[in-house]
Structures are given as C-alpha cells and as structure tokens.
C-alpha cells in the first residue's frame, strides 16, 4: 500500500487580480524579492480574496486530491461535491448513510493513496452522523480530476457519541502515516475527562480503524479533555495542533501531546490548573469560534465561524507568536481553511448553515495570495 501525506506548503507570491470574482484559481508566482529566504517564514495573505466557486450549502471541508481535483463537503445535502476548472460543481457522490441534524451531518474528508484500493487511486474517508452515532467511513475514489466518484463505503469507526451539537468532526491523516479524528464531547461534559468513551478526544487509528500499538493508553484516545475540538494539522517538526470550540468565555488552540488532559469541563482557556494542559492561544468566543486549521509556511491559519474572520499564528518553535485577524466581518462565517495552489491558501464560507446571514451566492470558496 502507498501512503501519501499532503504536506502543506506555500511559498512567497505576487496577490491574485482584485476582481470580485474568477472562474479558475488566481495565478500566484514565487518573488524573486525573497530569494534565499527563510523557506518556512511567516506568511500572510496578500491582497483581498477571489471566489473560486459559488452555491456551497452548508460546506465542511475541503479536501484537495495529489491528482490536483478538489473535493467538497455539505454538512446537510450529504454531497461530496468536485469542484470543475470553471468553477461549477459537480456531484461526486453522496454519504447515505450520514443522518443531518443540528451540527450533525457529513463533515470532515481525508484522503489516503493506495494502489490496492478499487481503482487503484485511494479511499476518502468521511467523519459523519447516523441517527445514533458519529462515525467514520472510507469509499474507494474511482475516475479522474473533473469525473471523480466514490465506490461503496466500508465501516472504519462506529459508536462516537453524537448530539445536536459538540460533534467534533474533522479527520487527517498524519505525518506518521495515522488516522487522527476530532471527537466533541457531544453535549456531555462528562464525556471529556472518561477514557472509556470516545467523546470529547482527539483519536488517533490505523488507516482501518485499528488502534496503533504505541497510542499513550491502548485505546483509540491520543489526547483527552476537549468540548468540540474541529482543527487539526502538523507543523514541519511534526507538532500537532487542534482548534476548539470553548462554552462562553475562550476558544481554544492547543498543541497537542500523547496522552494529555486539556482540561474540560473543568477548565476552560489557560488557566493554570494542575493536570491540565492550558492551550497556546486563546480567543474570546465573539472572536473566533474556530473550525478548520492550516499550517503553511510554520503559520497557523484558523477559519473562525462567529467571529467571521481568518486568524493567522506564527510558530515558534513549540510555541507561537501573537495572532493576527484578517477580512474581519467580510465574508460571514468561516468553516474551513486549507493550502491551495502554490503561494495560495483556499477557505470556504460558512453562512448557510442556518446560523449565518447568506447572501445571494453563498456559500463561497476563496484564494488569497500569501507571501512573507
């Protein structure tokens, strides 16, 4: 079997046209200005954003193949959609067996190669919700970039606790070749401090769902102690970071350790509390909100829902410098980010997802230019 981590990359670039919107990617070009320059410096967007595509309802990830095709997906629809060089979408298939209802539906995407699989490409994997459990399922991808389709599904996890809301929902394969999978405490705090059950954790498996023989407590749980964590990625020294959702006071990004408690319910944000982890940074929730993450360039890129904006995070070294906001209240409700094109970076809207105020072509997907 072949595994291919995506890595996310991203080099200087010149800013895309400021035309309101495109039917293909903007161009982006590295700079000569920063040749022989750090090549993991910080970057930040460039220039203002450009519709790749409109018409999303309720997307939740994105999710960008090593064949250049993008796939989609709608929390309610259950629609993995492909996203065309013009900038229509297409069906690429639909998760039957995903039940929407609240935060509840078709949620994150991962992909992973593997010759062996049917077709010979690789699997898509996807988090969802059934009427009485979050779980997780991968389907063999057949067809080439602009007729992608997805073959029957084979169970990978069952029995995650779902709820209206708090159900986790985003997965990612690691550099270490794992299954990583937010799991929300799905509305009982108790949830998050059990180590007998999956909810309120981030879980780590085998590509089938097996638990790795070096997880910290011999079961699926790698860290413990979340309310509704939905960010994931890995820096380039392999450092995992998660964005989560707080109650009423803080948003949370937290590094992420084997085996370690980050506090809830009985902590919310840094608090100093013996046995806890306290997160890296902190946000107050009209602020943030956070979804989706990205990591380009040693830069924390976090797509915020309420707080209607893009946070960018400097790394440094196993902490990070102070955040910055970026298209404040410009595009509504952010669900997810990740690394386009080269010298780009690609997030999607969020605004009708019932909570949201859409507007007539929503929900969108956008590039932004990012240099250092």
């Known amino acids: 079997m072949t595994l291919v981590i995506l890595a996310l990359t991203a080099c200087s670039a010149e800013p895309p046209r400021a035309t309101p919107a495109t039917s293909t990617p903007a161009p982006a070009t590295p700079s000569a200005t920063n040749a022989?320059?750090?090549?993991?410096?910080?970057?930040?967007?460039?220039?203002?954003?450009?519709?790749?595509?409109?018409?999303?309802?309720?997307?939740?990830?994105?999710?960008?193949?090593?064949?250049?095709?993008?796939?989609?997906?709608?929390?309610?629809?259950?629609?993995?959609?492909?996203?065309?060089?013009?900038?229509?979408?297409r069906d690429a298939g639909t998760v039957s067996a995903a039940q929407p209802s609240g935060e509840g539906g078709l949620l994150g995407l991962a992909f992973l190669a593997d010759s062996a699989a049917p077709g010979g490409a690789g699997w898509v994997y996807a988090y969802f919700s059934t009427a009485t459990d979050n779980r997780i399922e991968r389907m063999p991808l057949a067809g080439s970039p602009g007729s992608h389709s997805l073959g029957a599904p084979t169970l990978v996890l069952a029995g995650i606790p779902r709820a209206g809301n708090h159900n986790g929902g985003r997965i990612a394969f690691g550099p270490d070749g794992a299954l990583y999978a937010?799991?929300?405490?799905?509305?009982?705090?108790?949830?998050?401090?059990?180590?007998?059950?999956?909810?309120?954790?981030?879980?780590?498996?085998?590509?089938?769902?097996?638990?790795?023989?070096?997880?910290?407590?011999?079961?699926?749980?790698?860290?413990?102690?979340?309310?509704?964590?939905?960010?994931?990625?890995?820096?380039?020294?392999?450092?995992?970071?998660?964005?989560?959702?707080?109650?009423?006071?803080?948003?949370?990004?937290?590094?992420?350790?084997?085996?370690g408690n980050y506090g809830w319910p009985l902590v919310e944000g840094q608090a100093g509390a013996p046995g806890s982890i306290d997160p890296e940074r902190q946000w107050s929730t009209d602020q943030a909100s956070p979804s989706g993450i990205a990591i380009v360039n040693d830069t924390i890129f976090m797509a915020s829902l309420r707080g209607q904006r893009l946070w960018s995070i400097p790394i440094t070294g196993s902490s990070t410098a102070p955040p910055t906001e970026w298209f404040v209240h410009s595009y509504g409700r952010l669900r997810d980010v990740v690394s386009g094109p080269a010298g780009t970076l690609w997030f999607v809207s969020n605004n009708t997802d019932g909570r949201g105020a859409p507007a007539a072509d929503d929900d969108r997907l956008l590039q932004v230019a990012v240099a250092r």
Do not use: C
């Open 182 to 259: 937010t799991a929300g405490d799905a509305g009982n705090t108790a949830n998050a401090q059990n180590l007998e059950t999956l909810g309120g954790k981030i879980l780590r498996m085998t590509s089938t769902g097996e638990v790795p023989e070096d997880n910290p407590f011999g079961t699926l749980v790698y860290s413990f102690g979340h309310r509704n964590p939905q960010g994931l990625a890995w820096d380039s020294h392999e450092q995992l970071w998660a964005s989560e959702f707080g109650q009423n006071t803080w948003d949370e990004l937290n590094r992420i350790v084997p085996g």
């Open 36 to 89: 022989g320059a750090d090549p993991l410096a910080p970057v930040h967007p460039v220039g203002e954003p450009v519709v790749i595509a409109s018409g999303l309802e309720a997307p939740w990830s994105i999710l960008r193949l090593p064949d250049g095709a993008t796939l989609i997906s709608e929390r309610d629809t259950t629609r993995v959609r492909e996203l065309l060089p013009t900038g229509s979408l």
